[in-house]
């Protein structure tokens, strides 16, 4: 190759320059680069003269140094003479005049720009040859990129990795960056190996497009991280963050971080009353609004159904957590407009737990926030609570009583406890309520009023309730047939999805018959979903029970419900009972539910009645039967304590029916006697 014809004009200028720098310098006698910079001008100029006369080795580079003020300048030079020598190691591979090493050339094309992936040809780290796709991947053309260093395309921060990968020679698929002529950072898969062409060793690497294999990593990360319905981080995520949030807080000093619990309240009856699509806008509002109140540096989270969390960092006081949680609860308040010309109202209950002085355990923290949120639900809701530590007294005592619970059903502590119900005119007992009653070993008797929200909070009131009913079916089948047990059924009982089977079971291992047995269930039963509530109901039906609903009055007491669904049985309030004899309020409520319940052809029982007024009224009122202290109190009632009550039945019947003879003949007598008076008045009169 002729250098001299055709580098002279470049050549000559880089050495006018060089050779001519000194006498344009000032000289400076403090300068202790001196003899590095003469050091360099000289060997740039023996390169140069090397050059020109053919003498120079194309490996041969200029020295860089840091404070050399012909640094760009050799770096140039340098560039220049890597392109060089990329240009005679091409021509020397395709100029050969070795048929064999021709053929083999053509292959090698031939294949290389029909592959996939991107191959380039490199000697020492410099750019010999390319296939269209590194052309097309980069940007670049076959002239921009002959000749250049692989490294100087990798992006900054790979660069050292991409370093050592040439150093180290090995075949391992390894990923980097690169960057195009854009500046876009492309990431890739490069593997590479020393391959022998036309007596060169050159090293061949093949590079991988991989944008969308991240692309699609990056979407499957999101989609394993983030909640389908509201984007937020899921619960997996969170988990991550949170942990990353207590690690980054432990370093920090004077600021504090906390973990917020967030609930809405009484979401299930919207979502029940107008069904999931209303709840999902919800929960999206929700979400918006959420990321809406907090700061970058924050993070909101959906923890599953309508709970949600969120990590507050860098807070200077206690207060700005206070701010955000009453900014949250005054933006979640708001009226949210759902479609169709639907718009709800919730409100959100808030448990906060702060870090490090509540701790630093990612477990314990939540555990803690979550007892703060119920706290926030006990206060009456729409509000929050700061976790402290008498709160996890009740909390402990709660799992305790779960923990007891469980043991009592295994332990066979439970009992049953009996409560007559009678006719309101003539007092016979008709039937007996099923009332639990927890004799714990240690604790003694337990108020159901303490025990039963428990049991219902865990679920545990469903195993319960199946002993219950299978207990009062087996206990009711031992007495007289004239007497029905009724069970009551909790509203999480009512969704056990075994309760028709369940009751089923009951019937036919007790030997009860069906009619004898009634169930009552209270109207939360119906507005949690009332198509299924309606079914379930219409199967028990068929199975021949009776259907009471209970504590009627003190819930939404719509009559739709009564029209519906088919219920043989009202049972009226306590509540409303105590007191009718003097507030004419509630005589007045007594008397339109007694007169609604059998304009639809239920039967009317009062419960909780005590003295003879109240019972006087009600049997005034029409009402069928009572059930309350004064018809008699809860107690237990084997087969020989019934039939003692079904011959205090007969006798109580006997005597009215002796009483009622009495009064008859009381009442002929009477009129025999003024017939008498009458008659003899007559004789008078006709004697005069």
């Known amino acids: 190759m002729h250098f001299k014809a055709l580098f002279q004009p470049v050549l000559?200028?880089?050495?006018?320059?060089?050779?001519f720098s000194g006498l344009f310098r000032k000289p400076n006698h403090g300068d202790?680069?001196?003899?590095?910079?003469?050091?360099?001008?000289?060997?740039?100029?023996?390169?140069?003269?090397?050059?020109?006369?053919?003498?120079?080795?194309?490996?041969?580079?200029?020295?860089?140094?840091?404070k050399d003020p012909h640094k760009r300048l050799a770096s140039l030079f340098n560039s220049y003479l890597d392109k060089l020598q990329s240009e005679e190691i091409r021509r020397k591979i395709t100029e050969t005049s070795n048929s064999k090493h021709q053929e083999e050339l053509t292959k090698l094309a031939t294949f290389a720009e029909g592959a996939f992936e991107g191959l380039t040809l490199s000697r020492d780290g410099v750019v010999v040859e390319c296939n269209h796709v590194i052309y097309e991947l980069l940007g670049y053309s076959a002239e921009e990129l002959t000749g250049s260093l692989l490294l100087s395309h990798v992006a900054p921060d790979y660069k050292e990795q991409a370093r050592a990968n040439l150093l180290a020679n090995e075949a391992t698929p390894q990923e980097s960056v690169l960057l195009s002529k854009t500046g876009e950072r492309i990431p890739v898969e490069v593997r590479g190996r020393l391959i022998e062409v036309v007596g060169e060793t050159l090293r061949i690497s093949a590079i991988r497009d991989m944008r969308k294999q991240k692309e699609d990593e990056a979407r499957i990360r999101h989609l394993a991280?983030?909640?389908?319905?509201?984007?937020?981080?899921?619960r997996t995520y969170f988990r991550e963050r949170f942990q990353q949030a207590i690690q980054t807080q432990m370093s920090a000093d004077g600021t504090t971080s906390a973990v917020l619990l967030i609930d809405l309240d009484r979401f299930k009856d919207?979502?029940?009353?107008?069904?999931?699509?209303?709840?999902?806008?919800?929960?999206?509002?929700?979400?918006?609004?959420?990321?809406?109140?907090?700061?970058?540096?924050?993070?909101?989270?959906?923890?599953?159904?309508?709970e949600f969390a969120i990590i507050q960092v860098n807070n200077k006081s206690d207060a700005e957590v206070g701010l955000l949680t009453n900014k949250i609860i005054d933006v979640l308040s708001k009226p949210i407009h759902v479609g169709n010309s639907i718009t709800v109202r919730t409100s959100a209950s808030i448990g906060i737990a702060l870090i490090p002085d509540h701790g630093t355990d990612p477990d314990e923290l939540m555990s803690k926030a979550d007892i703060a949120l119920y706290e926030a639900k006990e206060a009456g809701r729409n509000t929050f609570a700061f976790f402290e530590a008498k709160m996890e007294e009740s909390i402990l005592l709660r799992r305790t009583m779960e923990g007891d619970l469980r043991n009592?059903?295994?332990?066979?502590?439970?009992?049953?406890?009996?409560?007559?119900?009678?006719?309101?005119?003539?007092?016979?007992?008709?039937?007996?309520?099923?009332?639990?009653?927890?004799?714990?070993?240690?604790?003694?008797?337990?108020?159901?009023?303490?025990?039963?929200?428990?049991?219902?909070?865990?679920g545990l009131i469903v195993p319960i309730g199946r002993w219950v009913l299978n207990e009062a079916c087996r206990q009711a089948a031992q007495w007289p047939e004239?007497?029905?047990?009724?069970?009551?059924?909790?509203?999480?009982?009512?969704?056990?999805?075994?309760?028709?089977?369940?009751?089923?079971?009951?019937?036919?291992?007790?030997?009860?018959?069906?009619?004898?047995?009634?169930?009552?269930?209270?109207?939360?039963?119906?507005?949690?979903d009332n198509r299924r509530a309606l079914s379930i109901l219409n199967q028990l039906k068929a199975l021949g029970i009776t259907i009471a609903l209970d504590d009627f009055g003190i819930g939404y007491s719509s009559l739709s419900y009564l029209r519906r669904f088919p219920f043989d049985r009202l049972k009226i309030d306590r509540s409303f009972v105590k007191g009718v004899t003097h507030t004419p309020e509630l005589a007045a409520i007594i008397r339109a539910v007694i007169h609604l319940g059998q304009a639809l052809g239920m039967e009317v029982i009062a419960e909780g009645v005590e003295t003879e007024p109240e019972l006087a009224l009600l049997c005034a009122e029409s009402c069928d039967e009572v059930q309350g202290y004064l018809i008699g109190r809860p107690q237990t009632l084997d087969g020989e304590m019934a039939k003692h009550v079904s011959n205090a039945n007969l006798e109580i019947q006997a005597l009215d029916e002796y009483i009622s003879a009495l009064q008859q003949t009381s009442q002929k007598l009477k009129e025999a006697e003024k017939q008498a008076v009458n008659g003899a008045g007559e004789l008078s009169h006709a004697g005069d």
């Open 32 to 66: 202790l680069t001196e003899p590095t910079i003469a050091s360099s001008v000289r060997q740039m100029e023996n390169l140069i003269g090397k050059l020109l006369w053919h003498d120079a080795k194309l490996d041969e580079r200029l020295p860089i140094r840091e």
């Open 225 to 234: 991280q983030h909640d389908m319905l509201t984007g937020l981080p899921n």
């Open 270 to 306: 919207i979502n029940d009353l107008y069904g999931h699509p209303v709840g999902d806008k919800l929960i999206q509002t929700v979400a918006h609004r959420l990321n809406a109140c907090i700061s970058h540096h924050d993070m909101a989270a959906r923890l599953g159904g309508d």
């Open 408 to 458: 009592a059903l295994k332990n066979r502590e439970f009992q049953l406890h009996f409560q007559p119900q009678a006719r309101s005119d003539t007092r016979l007992i008709v039937g007996f309520e099923a009332l639990l009653r927890w004799n714990h070993p240690e604790k003694g008797q337990i108020s159901p009023n303490k025990f039963i929200p428990v049991a219902e909070e865990s």
């Open 12 to 19: 000559r200028l880089l050495f006018i320059p060089l050779r």
């Open 482 to 528: 004239q007497y029905r047990v009724g069970v009551n059924l909790s509203p999480v009982q009512f969704c056990d999805e075994y309760l028709i089977e369940e009751v089923e079971n009951a019937l036919a291992n007790s030997g009860l018959s069906p009619e004898r047995l009634e169930l009552e269930i209270t109207e939360s039963v119906l507005i949690h």
